[in-house]
């Protein structure tokens, strides 16, 4: 069957299901939707269906990004626009289909928004809505629209255009194209993705490899998972161009065990493509071979850097190499080798369908098209975003994300994960593209965005990265793997109140010492969090450090607690719980803490009754009027 | 990355495992080439059918691919993903990563040691549970996370953790 064919077949099976007498039932079954419970959903939703004897076809959909309000259901009904509902319990699912499908009420109070042709009374459009606004889908354009496990619902909206366009093209105009469209590469660097598949195409050799960098390891990411779920074929298709364009007929994508879902959605694109012949000896009957290989990470984040990446592909201990050669000259089995990132391959799919031109009407100058971003932390709306490059901050994390908490006040975004740095709130009007956020001291990196509050200590958080990556580095470098280490022991001291002064420099030096030592971007980028916090909040360091006061109260030695004896009406609740027995009082008593015997561990704030309050949590000072020992409770006039 | 406690549970490994293994093992080798780059794909799946990897598999698989026992160890000590030690029937893995680090992840993994009397990388005597530590699920949106025998628990709160222990895990 040609393409030609195969792709009238899918648009008549799309549009067949558009055009259905029957209604439609979106649901978003992406690990996160999972997580929030949409299979106790699914199963309720299935009964209702059949008890109702009501026809519906009900379609598991990828991640659309509104992690908050999962799980999720995108109703349709014949002839009107589509409804979103979001946090959705079995209960409220049995509920919307009596009253949507059988009394014909919508349910406005539990809408999300409406998408497609038309209006429902009561209901916003979704893309009205402050999340989905200043959104831009290109790299996300099916996710939560398409079925992922089923290849005709990408081929009928346009998908594999891209791919059979450019097997109309040399291989050097595929390239130039790529070239005219700015795209850089989104796993992190940003390095301009033309220029590379270039040095690929031009290095000798007639065996040549891509390879599709899927180990997302950051922590705080969850782009690749997500558009993995919700659209393989989108990335699949990229590699494809990628491989066409540089010559390459073999190639892997490897990718984290830690996302089976993402593994098995992968699993089934291949196999589906390979019975369109889209993947094979002969694709569209163009000649063009390409074959791909699946490999699983054993979970190194180290691995995440393209030679430790190689080294793991070839069964070796994944430890990078110095560079030259660059994997272009001499990559995978000493063969050129092309490593691009998931969300790089969709966009390549994405501008070869549309068109270098469209794409370059998105973003900045030097930052192009879009960039994917998991919006997490102390952050109202949570979720998987695409955003035009050059967007604020203040607009990511006021409008999209619907702002901080409990009202609280932001104290600084963190992007880039581990390898990027804190931008404090005084930057909040920073444009996001590659420029300004490396200026500001962090880095694009992968996407992972997470919004932190006044309510954390950035001792504490640093130190929550540094622990992580001195753990992931493979200890090739004696600066990456001993540096690391004492940075991290620098700031346990700190935080542990044995913080002294010139410490900060002595990390300062430190950090400077480790970036230039290593090897690879994860020594190179690993003192960014240290260097960015002292930067911005160089006062919380030597509030800890002289004063031994957290005031975010998060560092656990630096804190006490106490019992107001104005508050406490002796109910021995506290001296019960307490572990340790930190806690002397009787009954109508105002108990005291054994400040010597105390572990911090918050157990009686927890417990003492809301309507006392008497236990409080304090940094660096010390409540007036606490007695020695226990006193009578005085009477409540 | 080697573990010394790792070292040793490979030496301390009980005999009748050895035994009743090697029949499954040639099983999975038989599906391979031979080649070097198939060592990780066979690690996981012998570790996928043994719940870790015992130091006679490590030796076979040596053999079969025509590498030093050494390089064979080698990788399975660098990757994460790889024990040498048998891991309980429960396994309870409370992701660390940033997003759950400032919801509160500390305090839900410091609730499960608590329950289940052990720390994070250790197992129960009785081989019933374990706690494993992740360093990013990717399910950030819904933080903290608990994941226990594959399922994933989203928006987790210590009364939360409690209940899903009581449930899942006893």
Redesign the interface.
Same mark, same amino acid.
């Given at each position: 069957m040609s393409f030609e064919e195969i792709k009238s077949q899918a648009v008549l099976q799309w549009k067949a299901m558009q055009q259905s007498e029957n209604a439609r039932i979106l649901i978003g079954m992406g690990?996160?939707g999972?997580?929030?419970g949409a299979e106790d959903v699914i199963a309720a939703l299935n009964q209702k269906l059949a008890e109702q004897h009501i026809q519906a076809e009900i379609l598991q959909v990828g991640c659309i990004g509104l992690?908050?309000a999962?799980p999720l259901i995108e109703l349709v009904k014949p002839g009107k626009p589509s409804i979103l509902y979001g946090n959705l319990t079995p209960e409220l699912v049995s509920e919307i289909i009596a009253d949507y499908q059988i009394a014909d009420n919508p349910r406005p109070d539990l809408a999300l928004g409406t998408r497609g042709e038309g209006t429902l009374e009561g209901i916003p459009n979704l893309f009205d809505l402050p999340v989905l606004k200043p959104q831009v889908r290109i790299s996300l354009r099916n996710c939560g629209n398409i079925d992922p496990e089923n290849i005709n619902h990408y081929i009928a909206n346009g998908g594999y255009e891209g791919l059979a366009k450019a097997l109309r093209m040399k291989p050097q105009e595929v390239i130039d194209e790529i070239k005219k469209s700015g795209l850089r590469g989104r796993g992190g660097a940003g390095f301009a993705s033309g220029i590379k598949w270039q040095f690929c195409h031009d290095a000798p050799g007639d065996i040549k490899y891509v390879i599709c960098n899927a180990d997302?390891?950051?922590?705080?990411?969850?782009m690749d998972?997500a558009l993995l779920e919700g659209d393989p074929h989108a990335v699949l298709e990229g590699i494809l161009i990628g491989a066409y364009a540089i010559g390459a007929s073999e190639g892997y994508i490897y990718i984290r065990?830690?996302?089976?879902l993402a593994i098995q959605r992968l699993r089934i694109a291949i196999k589906q493509m390979e019975e369109y012949g889209l993947i094979g000896d002969d694709i569209m009957g163009s000649g063009f071979r390409f074959h791909i290989k699946i490999?699983?990470?054993?979970?190194?984040?180290v691995c995440g850097e393209e030679t430790a990446m190689m080294a793991?592909?070839?069964?070796?201990?994944?430890m990078p190499r110095s560079r030259p050669p660059f994997p272009a000259q001499s990559g995978l089995w000493g063969k050129p080798t092309n490593i691009n990132n998931v969300e790089t391959w969709s966009n390549v799919s994405a501008i070869l369908q549309r068109g270098a031109e469209w794409y370059v009407s998105y973003g900045t100058e030097k930052s192009k098209g879009t960039k994917n971003f998991?919006?997490?932390?102390?952050v109202v709306r949570?979720?998987?975003i695409e955003v035009p490059m050059g967007i604020s901050l203040r607009e990511i994390v006021y409008e999209i994300g619907g702002g901080i908490p409990e009202n609280k006040r932001l104290k600084a975004v963190?992007t880039g994960?581990p390898s990027g740095g804190f931008i404090p709130e005084g930057l909040i009007d920073l444009p996001v593209d590659y420029e300004s956020l490396t200026q500001a001291g962090s880095i694009m990196g992968s996407g992972?965005m997470?919004v932190?509050?006044e309510d954390?200590c950035m001792v504490d958080?640093t130190k929550?990265?540094l622990t992580?990556t001195q753990?992931?580095s493979?200890?090739k470098c004696i600066p990456c793997r001993w540096g690391t280490k004492q940075m991290l022991d620098i700031l346990e001291d700190i935080s542990n109140g044995r913080g002294r002064p010139g410490d900060i420099e002595l990390l300062q030096e430190l950090a400077e010492s480790v970036k230039d030592g290593s090897l690879c971007g994860l020594g190179q980028t690993a003192p960014n969090p240290v260097l960015t916090s002292i930067r911005y909040f160089r006062d919380e360091y030597e509030e800890h450090i002289v004063e031994k006061r957290c005031s975010a109260m998060q560092c656990q030695a630096l804190i006490s607690y106490y019992i107001l004896p104005e508050k406490c009406q002796g109910c021995v609740i506290c001296a019960r719980n307490c572990p340790v027995q930190a806690i002397k009082g009787g009954k109508r008593m105002v108990h005291v803490i054994d400040q010597d015997k105390c572990i911090n561990c918050g157990i009686c704030l927890d417990v003492c009754p809301p309507k006392f309050s008497a236990v409080v949590k304090v940094s660096g000072t010390k409540p007036s009027d606490i007695p020695e020992k226990p006193v009578p409770v005085v009477a409540k006039s | 990355?080697a573990n010394p406690s790792l070292v040793q549970g490979a030496q301390a490994l009980p005999q009748e495992q050895e035994g009743t293994s090697e029949e499954r093992l040639n099983e999975i080798l038989s599906s391979y080439e031979g080649?070097?780059?198939?060592?990780?794909?066979i690690?996981?799946q012998v570790q996928q059918v043994f719940g870790y990897l015992p130091e006679l598999a490590m030796k076979k698989i040596a053999k079969f691919l025509k590498l030093p026992e050494s390089?064979v160890f080698?990788?399975g000590t @660098?990757?994460?993903?790889?024990k040498l030690v048998p891991t309980g029937r429960n396994v309870i893995k409370v992701c /660390?990563?940033?997003?759950?680090?400032?919801?509160g992840s500390a305090q839900i993994l410091g609730e499960i040691e608590k329950q289940l009397g052990i720390s994070a990388g250790e197992t129960t005597p009785n081989l019933e549970n374990s706690i494993e530590t992740?360093?990013? @699920?990717?399910?950030?949106?819904?933080?903290p996370?608990v994941v226990i025998n594959?399922k994933?628990?989203? /928006?987790m709160t210590t009364p939360k953790a409690r209940e899903i222990l009581n449930k899942e895990a006893q």
């Open positions: 690990t996160c999972r997580a929030a992690c908050y999962e997302e390891g950051d922590p705080g990411a969850f998972r065990a830690e996302y089976p490999k699983e990470g054993a979970g190194a984040f793991s592909i070839e069964g070796r201990r994944g998991s919006l997490a932390g102390n949570t979720g998987l963190q994960g992972g997470v932190i509050d954390t958080i929550f990265f992580f753990a992931e493979c200890g | 990355m080649r070097v780059d198939e060592l990780i794909p690690l996981q390089t080698g990788v @660098f990757y994460a993903q790889f /660390r990563g940033t997003a759950c680090h400032v919801r992740i360093a990013c @699920f990717g399910s950030c949106a819904l933080a996370v594959g994933v628990h989203g /928006r």
